[in-house]
């Protein structure tokens, strides 16, 4: 008995066995036949177990392969390719597709040069892949012989390798736009010749077909072909998407055509494309680049959950149209919505601190980036030497430049500008010409800041030298910007006459604000008759300008002739023009506080008057002297006095002596030109106080420290 029921359980449980067995084979073909069932990387490890279990070896690698590469598990999928033994076209087919899929491009091509070794072909499905690894590798010579295997095998009228095709050329053709560095690479009209040939003999079209030429000739500045398409492609009974749309809006964003925008925006609102993330992030862009921010902001409104694109867009928006409190507000949404910050964010937010000149905004920023991982991107690292350089602090953004691993560009050129606005001219140059021979040619920005730099230490003959330079050596034609720093050279150094001659023979026409440049250096050097000369270029170009109405009344005031003063000043009133009020700012415990000339309205005036007083004796005991040469009204001179006593900077700098504890540097910021008798009390003050004070106006920095400025007394 007993032995009977001991063979009776072994036959139940072989039994049982044996239908379990069935039923993960039953199981486990099912899952071969959808496959998309297996969404994990957890799942998928856990069918490859069964199929093991289930299948031979060979024949399960080839299953899993498949699986393994649709969910992008690189590692897994290689090691699955390297146990079969005799790979097929569909698993070489399979693992090239997931390198496209994870970015790996150079990887990707040389899969593909394996696997034609072993005589494989391509198909339909596997040349796209390639052909958008070439693309975005810039590979002009593999991308040729890849056009050649198409056409060989038949594959160049299959729609989607054409398309991949046209994508290729398009990209080939803006890069070689870009650098125009290699000769081996085809003119940028010749390959969008290619791309419309391509589209011309295609028997069969979609929208990706259309979306690519187009997109191809808004990147070569070809508007109206961009344009054209659109509307061949509406006859051609195919709808615009939202990628079409988005394509075509920078276009008018580059020629500043807000109407034809918001026809696009229209028929984006009617399809309901407008609420979708693509779409609304270039909507933002186009309005903001028209300077119609707030229909960015209602574009941004009407996004139901904003992805941290749209909210790059639409900081970057509110920055380029100076709403700087707005920036960093919507990048506190985005933060509050847990949306992590790309790097293009900081370098969207950077420009708002250095503008702002808020130091403590832009310490806070760099804090995050720290605390993010960002600090190693370069343009994250180039906008923080910009924004502490615009700050005040060239110190700390050379320890940024000097910490960099890599430099590009705009670095460089970041640093060498700071170097420009803040006084130590000779290490920009030296910046410059290191520049020079590490990182080649140097661009027209580069050359802007090093012209600066001259032009701020009287640096006349190394300004003209290197404005040769920059179209005998390098081929770079100079801008307005070349022109008016040279020409701020000239001034600055008294050589009046032979910046009118450089101006004048300028080989483009000289705007207002160049001939303005002159003007402030007639001013400053008290020549008053070729004063007269560039105002009236200024006159006949900007007619409605009061500053240089100004300059030249005050001009006519030094040299004592008031009529002619009295008469600049009646045409002002005339014409309704207002002089700009002189404003300083200056931050106390993340405050900005603003002065204006002569305001009492600050609630700490009195006590600021109080101070200045106190401090006025002690620097007249150190020899200050108050010069009134700049205070241009026919009044006595204890009414002069008073006058330079009510100037903004000199309320905000008192305020931040008696608002911080002592030793603090102090940093100001003025809207115009500082004072000869405000630079000349601000030296005597930092000497008395024992304070270093960080000035910013119109023009550049003026670091005082016991009685002297970086300027040396030249700006």
Known sequence: MEKWFSRKNRREASSFQTNSTAATKSITKSL??????????????????????????????????????????????????????????????????????????????????????FGFPPNRRLLPNVLKSCASLRNYKFGESLHACAISFGLDSDLYTTNALMNLYCKLGGWQKELNLFEEMPKTSSSMDSVRKLFHEMTERDVVSWNTVIGGNVEHGLYEEALSMVKEMTSAGLRPDSFTLSTVLPIFAEVVNAKKGKEIHCYSVRSGLDIEMFMGSSLIDMYAKCTMVEYSYRVMSRLANPDAVSWNSIIAASVQNGRFDEGFRFFREMLGLKL??????????????????????????????????????????????????????????????????????????????????????????CLFRRMEMENGKPNYVAFLAVLTACSHAKLVDDAKNFFDSMT??????????????????????????????????????????????????????????????????????????????????????????????????????????????????????NKVHGFVAHDTSHPCYFK????????????????????????????????????????????????GIISTPPGTTIRLTKNIRVCVDCHTAIKFISKVVGREIIVRDLNRFHHFKDNRCSCDDFW
């Not at 998309?36 to 060979?58: G, M, T």
């Not at 964010?345 to 993010?372: E, N, V």
């Not at 001659?501 to 705007?511: A, D, R, V």
């Not at 620097?619 to 010069?627: A, D, H, Q, S």
């Open 32 to 117: 071969l036949q959808n496959p998309c069932l297996i969404n994990s990387q957890s799942r998928a490890k856990q069918f490859h177990a069964q199929l093991l279990k289930c299948y031979s070896f060979p024949s399960s690698s080839s299953s899993i392969l498949i699986i393994y590469c649709r969910l992008r598990l690189l590692h897994e999928s290689f090691r699955a390719f390297s146990t079969i033994p005799s790979p097929s076209r569909s698993s070489w087919s399979s693992l090239i597709s997931c390198s496209v899929a994870s970015g790996l491009f150079p990887l990707s091509l040389s899969l593909f040069h394996r696997m034609r070794a």
């Open 608 to 655: 600021i008057i109080e101070a200045w007083e106190a401090l006025k004796d002690q620097i007249r005991r150190e020899g200050y002297v108050p010069n009134t040469d700049d205070v241009l009204h026919d009044i006595e001179e204890e009414q002069k006095i008073a006058n330079l006593c009510g100037h903004s900077e000199r309320l905000a700098l008192v305020f």
């Open 472 to 589: 005998k050596d390098y081929g770079i034609t100079p801008c307005l910007e070349h022109y008016a720093a040279v020409a701020d050279a000239l001034g600055r150094a008294g050589k009046l006459e032979e910046a009118y001659e450089f101006i004048s023979k300028m080989h483009i026409k000289p705007t207002a604000a160049v001939w303005s440049i002159l003007l402030g250096a007639c001013s400053v050097h008290k020549n008053a008759k070729l004063a007269e000369k560039a105002a009236k270029k200024i006159f006949e170009l900007e007619p409605m300008d009061p500053g240089p109405h100004l300059i030249l009344s005050n001009i006519y005031s030094a040299a004592g002739k008031w009529k002619d003063a009295a008469e600049i000043r009646t045409i002002m009133r005339r014409k309704g023009l207002k002089k700009q009020p002189a404003c300083s700012w200056i931050e106390i415990k």
């Open 340 to 429: 992590k910050p790309m790097a293009v964010t900081f370098s969207c937010l950077m420009p708002a601190c250095a503008h702002l000149t808020s130091l403590h905004l832009g310490k806070q920023l760099h804090g995050y980036i720290i605390r993010g991982g960002f600090d190693g991107n370069v343009f994250v690292e180039s906008a923080l030497v910009d924004m502490y350089a615009k700050c005040g602090n060239i110190c700390v953004a050379r320890r940024i430049f000097d910490a960099m691993p890599s430099l590009d560009m705009v670095s460089w050129t970041a640093m060498i500008m700071g170097y420009a606005l803040h006084g130590p001219a000779h290490e920009a140059l």
